[in-house]
């Protein structure tokens, strides 16, 4: 259990693009018990389709994954995200602001399959463990905390390919 003293200063961190030293990501197939997360609590479900993956020609990801939030929207200030991968491959939850009439899902996607992360507000990308790190590992969870500014915002997994193929939801902040 991490005290929430702690928890709060690793997030500062998170949002000041530190590495948090403490992310090994190398649980397998781990089942995570979270401790009691700051604010509202947002679960996000991570999924891919099962079996080898699918590849368009150009040699980018077929469009089979999905990042689900259980909400649309949540109150300004401090707020949690508990994000679970359902999924067979790693993925990861990085919260971006969505710049005024951008639609989510169209962000340019750079050579590295990637897109620009510049702004993050913080991300959850640890297995069995809080903020950045190697990935979350399938069947695992992992967390963040984060001050989030009312306006609109994009959460989005920016392992190589993965926004392409989907892995972005919009979140409302009110
Ligand atoms: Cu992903």
Redo the contacts with the bound molecule.
């Keep these: 259990m991490i005290p929430l003293t702690a928890l709060s200063l690793v997030a500062v961190g998170v949002v000041g693009g530190l590495v948090n030293p403490e992310g090994t990501g190398s649980l397998s197939r781990a089942r995570c018990v979270a401790p009691n997360l700051p604010g509202p609590v947002v679960s996000v479900s ?1 999924t ?1 389709m099962g079996g080898p993956m699918m590849r368009r020609p150009n040699g980018m990801m077929g469009g089979a ?1 999905r ?1 689900t939030p259980d909400r649309s929207a949540v109150a300004h200030g401090t707020v949690s995200f508990l994000v679970t991968n359902g ?1 067979t ?4 939850l990085v919260v971006l602001p969505l710049p005024e009439g951008q639609i989510p899902g169209t962000r340019p996607i750079g050579g590295d399959a990637k897109i620009d992360e510049a702004g993050s507000l913080g991300e959850a990308s640890n297995t069995c463990a809080e903020g950045t790190g190697q990935g979350i590992l399938p069947g695992a969870s992992g967390w963040a905390t984060v001050t989030l500014p009312p306006g609109r915002h994009e959460l989005v ?1 920016n ?1 190589p390919g ?1 926004y392409a ?1 989907g ?1 972005y939801a919009q979140l409302t902040v009110t």
Aim: net charge negative; aromatic share 0%.
């Design positions: 991570l891919n994954m990042m999924g491959i790693s993925h990861e997994c392992l993965h193929a892995m």
